[in-house]
């Protein structure tokens, strides 16, 4: 008899085939874009399940989230294969996608494996300082946000800054320069989303073409529920979906970028 698909299981189903159509369109192969499941309106079993559903790149916007959540799901994994459930440690990995202000990295630093959010170069100085004191062999994989709608209430990077802080990124040795980030404007008209997209994409064309990030410069994180159709066709190599995925906030929290 089959088991009834969970109502999770069946959404992820359809964001994975739109997300399959997206990249025939664009003739990209399916591997080249990482769905991460953005975890703001969604409650711990949802997380418990996507990560069994193999989804294990997930996406918070606030710093405290973040840094509980985080360590509780990476524990009861933990704990499942201690007690023989699971064969292996699912290889989970959180993104930090929302404002950071410096005086909270430190909260994040023992769980965050990709910092999308970098926008400034004091916040990139202070996250090196902060890493600086647990020397570790590998460097902190971190994308530049990009403002690249250039709404006045957006963070991120003004474009015309946006090569200069990458170059300075680059050479902290702690982080490792990986990317850029946007979100698109808030807008219904998908010409101007795809301009923003595509603005992206020339930005990341142009840090290559200097060699900044040399061959970790790899990513594009845009696209979210609204949008990430665009975004795979416009070159995204990460895509950030929630609503999609957990379904629509109960209170909708206009502020929930801005702590
Ligand atoms: C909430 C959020 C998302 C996901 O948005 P949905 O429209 O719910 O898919 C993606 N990126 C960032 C930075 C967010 O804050």
Redesign the pocket.
């Known amino acids: 008899m089959a088991v009834k698909k969970s109502e999770l299981a069946e959404r992820l189903d359809s964001v994975r085939e739109r997300i399959a159509a997206a990249c025939a369109r664009a003739k990209r192969p399916v591997s080249d874009v990482t769905l991460i499941a ?1 975890t ?2 969604a409650v711990p079993e949802q997380i418990r399940e996507i990560i069994s559903l193999g989804v294990t790149d997930l ?1 918070e ?1 606030r710093v405290q989230v973040l840094a509980q959540r985080g360590a509780q799901i990476n524990e009861f994994f933990q704990r499942r294969v201690q007690l023989g459930d699971l064969p292996l440690m699912p290889r989970i990995r959180w993104h930090m ?2 404002h950071l202000q410096r005086n909270k990295i430190k909260q994040i630093l023992p769980i965050v494996s990709v910092v999308h959010s970098i926008d400034s170069l004091r916040l990139a100085e202070e996250l090196e300082i902060q890493l600086a004191k647990t020397p570790s062999a590998k460097r902190l994989p971190v994308m530049l946000q990009v403002n690249a709608s250039e709404e006045k209430s957006k963070f991120g990077v003004a474009v015309g800054a946006a090569l200069h802080l990458a170059e300075q990124i680059d050479t902290m040795p702690a982080l490792q320069l990986v990317g850029l980030m946007a ?1 698109a404007p808030l807008t219904d008209k998908p010409d101007e989303t795809r301009a923003v997209f595509t603005r992206m994409r020339e930005i990341f064309e142009e840090l290559k073409w200097h060699k900044i990030g040399g061959s970790s410069l790899k990513h594009l994180s845009m696209g ?3 949008d990430f159709e665009t975004a795979i066709e416009e070159g995204a190599t990460m895509i ?5 995925l957990f379904g629509a906030p109960a209170n909708p929290d206009p502020a ?2 801005r702590e």
């Open positions: 953005v703001k309106n996406g916007s996608i929302g979100m979210m529920s609204n950030r979906i929630g609503t999609d929930d970028d």
